[in-house]
């Protein structure tokens, strides 16, 4: 290798930037001896290139250890000349409790952005109109009729409305066979109204759909009944015999099991249906206290109304009125039965909290049951 020479380096006779002097080390710590290097000529002339480009012009050359690149100069100053901590913001007279609380913008971190919450919005707004029990009293009939999933299958209104009729009587004797309260009952045909509202009488047995709707009502209504019990009942009613004399052996031994995982399957399909939304509020309540207010508990007009409320059950005014309107109308029609014009009486109209159109439609359909 061909020998090269290098140019001398100059001598650096600093304590205090010499590599391996061990008394270095006490640069920070030993304040007698930084007073002592101070005092020399050359410890301050090496002192003043630590900043730079002083250090040339004092000492006409820079040193070798000396880098010049600006942010390692900057670190070494950092090193060798720290600065003084800042003073905290608590130093000195505390602040009120209201300046201690609010954030400091000179040493707390900014807050990120907070986005605004939307407001709050009720199940029943969210809904569709055709969910919920709110918002099923805004359908017009025009627009149930015009929406039946039957009318695609070929079922027209006239049609629907016998078959609506016939299981509203079969679960009225199933329920009576079963000794349940007319709430009961009133709520299970409530729940077939909605479900065949959904979907098609072709594709579904709708005395099937009922039984299975007056097991889920008399749970939901805390009447509850047990399955065989319903079972053993409906079997009955359909075929107007005891479930003992039915020839149930032309039919297999397991027909009993089929037909109680028909009625599970179709109490599922129910609640899928419905949206798991069973809370049904029936006119019986509004028609007692407004009467009672009214002065005609006690009467003849108290049980014929009552009895209109029942027949009512067999359309769909529950999809389309509020129990106070179903009330109000049938209470009008009854007093009309007994030749007694109820509207003169001062409160009907704030009692039963409704309008005279209201009236007049759910009076409308209450004739055509008749």
């Given at each position: 290798?061909?020998?090269?020479?290098f140019p001398?380096?100059?001598?650096?006779?600093?304590?205090h930037?010499?590599?391996?002097?061990?008394?270095?080390?006490?640069?920070h710590?030993n304040t007698?001896?930084?007073?002592?290097?101070?005092?020399?000529t050359?410890?301050?002339?090496?002192?003043?290139?630590?900043?730079?480009?002083d250090?040339?012009?004092?000492?006409?050359?820079?040193?070798?250890?000396?880098?010049?690149d600006?942010?390692?100069?900057?670190?070494?100053?950092e090193?060798?000349?720290?600065?003084?901590?800042?003073?905290h913001?608590?130093v000195?007279?505390?602040?009120?409790k209201?300046?201690?609380?609010?954030?400091?913008?000179?040493?707390?971190?900014?807050?990120?952005?907070?986005?605004?919450?939307?407001?709050?919005?009720s199940?029943?707004s969210?809904?569709?109109?055709?969910?919920?029990?709110a918002s099923?009293?805004?359908?017009?009939?025009?627009?149930?009729e015009?929406?039946?999933p039957?009318r695609?299958?070929?079922?027209?209104?006239?049609?629907e409305?016998?078959?609506r009729?016939?299981?509203c009587?079969y679960?009225?004797?199933?329920?009576?066979?079963?000794r349940?309260?007319q709430?009961?009952?009133?709520?299970?045909?409530?729940?077939?109204?909605?479900?065949f509202f959904?979907?098609?009488?072709?594709?579904?047995?709708?005395?099937?759909?009922?039984?299975?709707a007056?097991?889920l009502a008399?749970?939901?209504?805390?009447?509850?009944?047990l399955?065989n019990?319903?079972?053993r009942?409906?079997?009955?009613v359909?075929?107007?015999?005891?479930?003992?004399?039915l020839?149930?052996?032309?039919?297999?031994?397991?027909?009993?099991?089929?037909y109680?995982?028909?009625v599970i399957?179709?109490?599922?399909?129910?609640?899928?249906?419905?949206?798991?939304?069973?809370?049904?509020?029936?006119p019986?309540?509004?028609?007692?206290?407004a009467?009672?207010?009214?002065?005609?508990?006690?009467?003849?007009?108290?049980?014929?109304?009552?009895?209109l409320?029942?027949e009512?059950l067999?359309?769909?005014?529950?999809?389309?009125f509020?129990?106070?309107?179903?009330?109000?109308?049938?209470?009008?029609?009854a007093?009309k039965?007994?030749?007694?014009?109820?509207?003169?009486?001062?409160?009907?109209?704030?009692?039963?909290k409704?309008t005279?159109?209201i009236?007049?439609?759910v009076?409308?359909?209450?004739?055509?049951?008749?």
């Amino acid at each position: 290798m061909s020998s090269q020479s290098f140019p001398a380096r100059p001598a650096i006779n600093h304590p205090h930037l010499h590599p391996y002097r061990e008394d270095s080390l006490l640069f920070h710590t030993n304040t007698r001896r930084r007073r002592r290097d101070h005092d020399d000529t050359y410890g301050a002339v090496s002192h003043a290139h630590l900043f730079g480009a002083d250090a040339a012009a004092v000492t006409g050359t820079a040193p070798y250890n000396v880098p010049c690149d600006s942010l390692a100069l900057s670190h070494l100053q950092e090193r060798f000349f720290p600065l003084p901590p800042r003073p905290h913001p608590t130093v000195g007279a505390p602040p009120p409790k209201r300046v201690r609380l609010a954030p400091d913008p000179r040493w707390d971190p900014p807050l990120p952005p907070q986005t605004p919450h939307p407001a709050p919005v009720s199940a029943a707004s969210e809904r569709p109109r055709s969910g919920g029990a709110a918002s099923r009293a805004l359908l017009s009939r025009e627009e149930i009729e015009r929406r039946s999933p039957s009318r695609r299958d070929g079922i027209d209104s006239a049609l629907e409305a016998r078959l609506r009729a016939s299981y509203c009587a079969y679960l009225r004797c199933l329920g009576i066979r079963l000794r349940l309260p007319q709430t009961t009952i009133a709520t299970a045909v409530v729940f077939c109204h909605r479900f065949f509202f959904h979907r098609s009488h072709a594709c579904h047995d709708r005395f099937l759909v009922a039984s299975a709707a007056l097991f889920l009502a008399a749970k939901s209504e805390e009447t509850a009944c047990l399955l065989n019990t319903v079972l053993r009942a409906s079997c009955e009613v359909s075929q107007n015999q005891e479930f003992n004399l039915l020839p149930y052996m032309l039919r297999g031994q397991d027909w009993f099991e089929q037909y109680r995982e028909s009625v599970i399957q179709a109490e599922q399909m129910i609640l899928i249906t419905l949206d798991f939304e069973l809370e049904v509020v029936h006119p019986y309540a509004s028609l007692s206290l407004a009467l009672s207010k009214l002065g005609l508990f006690h009467t003849v007009l108290f049980n014929v109304a009552w009895n209109l409320i029942n027949e009512g059950l067999q359309s769909s005014l529950w999809l389309q009125f509020k129990p106070h309107h179903i009330a109000a109308g049938a209470a009008f029609l009854a007093a009309k039965f007994l030749r007694y014009d109820i509207t003169f009486h001062p409160n009907f109209w704030h009692e039963f909290k409704t309008t005279p159109y209201i009236l007049q439609d759910v009076v409308q359909q209450l004739k055509e049951l008749l």
